[in-house]
């Protein structure tokens, strides 16, 4: 199986996420973006790549990390890593499944799993601004 995050300030929401991925089959890649690529739809990282991946790496249910994953998942990068099946959170819209995981969604092995309500990094980040009082 794969999936691809970004890793940033890694919560229970993400071990959560990779444990149910990781119960969906034997062997779990996890392709972590880069800086760049994070930026482009959302806000940059906190935590470097590097961090990123290791922490990554060092969960339980993750087997195998692939820097500077792609964001649109195709053909190329399926048949690269031998992917038989592609897991997602339920929190993206069918208008980015369609334009991230169309070759998974066209080949049958896209599946969603449930998100994690109530924890996220954008969370974490703002209890950090608001201070312990806010």
Known sequence: ???DVVGD?????HVEFFRLARDLGDVLVVGVHDDDTVAAY????ALTMDERIRVVAGCRWVDEVV???????DAEHLDRHRVDLVVH???IGDDVVAQWY???????????VPYSPGIST????ERVQRGPDG
């Open 1 to 3: 199986m794969y999936t």
């Open 9 to 13: 300030l890694f919560h229970w929401g």
């Open 42 to 45: 959302k806000r940059r990282p």
């Open 67 to 73: 820097p500077s994953a792609p964001l649109v998942v």
């Open 89 to 91: 959170a339920d929190d």
């Open 102 to 112: 169309a070759e998974p969604v066209a080949r049958g092995i896209y599946r969603s």
């Open 122 to 125: 954008t969370e974490i980040i």
